[in-house]
């Protein structure tokens, strides 16, 4: 039992690594494509509550390490989550990619904007869609990369033990 602990936190700990290296060095301005690449992977492989802590937890490091705004974390807790409910509802890994898109690209996106304002303090040159074009984008270009990369690594020995590990 304790065994499986230590594993579920190592695999974890390793996507918490790559999104937090991965994000800023494959993006795009205003756009952080790797962040959906990892949510779509993490709901698929560990489910919704881990890949929702995993997202929460990239997100502070990256607040706290690279100066990013709270952004972080709306952008990335509530595509992690659906991706992996969705995930869990079909059992496809584009079930996982709908969640990561409509919880990144729309929810996160709208969500975006009050928090914004408390951190700013301002609304000025702020609107309710102003996050939607880049949240979106970045959602469905990192999707599309999760999907690649997860038919292509799917029959790797490491993803079945994620998977048999985490279910």
Same mark, same amino acid.
Request: contains cysteine.
């Given at each position: 039992?304790?065994?499986?602990?230590?594993?579920?936190?190592?695999?974890?700990?390793?996507?918490?690594?790559?999104?937090?290296?991965?994000?800023?060095?494959?993006?795009?301005?205003?756009?952080?494509?790797?962040?959906?690449?990892?949510?779509?992977?993490?709901?698929?492989?560990?489910?919704?509550?881990?890949?929702? @802590?995993?997202?929460?937890?990239? +997100? $502070? #490091?990256?607040?706290? !390490?690279?100066?990013?705004?709270?952004?972080?974390? &709306? /952008?990335?807790?509530?595509?992690?989550?659906?991706?992996?409910?969705?995930?869990?509802?079909?059992?496809?890994?584009?079930?996982?990619?709908? @969640?990561?898109?409509?919880?990144? +690209? $729309? #929810?996160?996106?709208? !969500?975006?904007?009050?928090?914004?304002?408390?951190? &700013? /303090?301002?609304?000025?040159?702020?609107?309710?869609?102003?996050?939607?074009?880049?949240?979106?984008?970045?959602?469905?270009?990192?999707?599309?990369?999760?999907?690649?990369?997860?038919?292509?690594?799917?029959?790797?020995?490491?993803?079945?033990?994620?998977?048999?590990?985490?279910?």
């Amino acid at each position: 039992m304790e065994h499986k602990k230590v594993r579920k936190l190592t695999y974890l700990a390793i996507m918490i690594a790559l999104d937090v290296v991965l994000s800023p060095i494959f993006r795009i301005e205003g756009m952080a494509p790797m962040s959906s690449v990892i949510n779509v992977l993490a709901g698929a492989l560990v489910g919704p509550l881990y890949a929702t @802590g995993m997202a929460f937890i990239c +997100g $502070i #490091i990256r607040m706290i !390490l690279l100066g990013a705004p709270p952004l972080a974390l &709306t /952008g990335a807790v509530f595509g992690a989550f659906l991706a992996g409910l969705f995930y869990r509802m079909t059992s496809s890994i584009y079930g996982s990619i709908a @969640g990561e898109v409509i919880g990144t +690209g $729309i #929810i996160g996106s709208l !969500l975006s904007y009050p928090v914004m304002i408390l951190f &700013t /303090g301002t609304s000025n040159q702020l609107y309710w869609l102003l996050y939607t074009p880049r949240f979106l984008g970045a959602a469905v270009l990192g999707s599309v990369a999760a999907g690649l990369i997860w038919k292509k690594a799917q029959h790797l020995s490491i993803f079945r033990q994620m998977k048999t590990l985490f279910d």
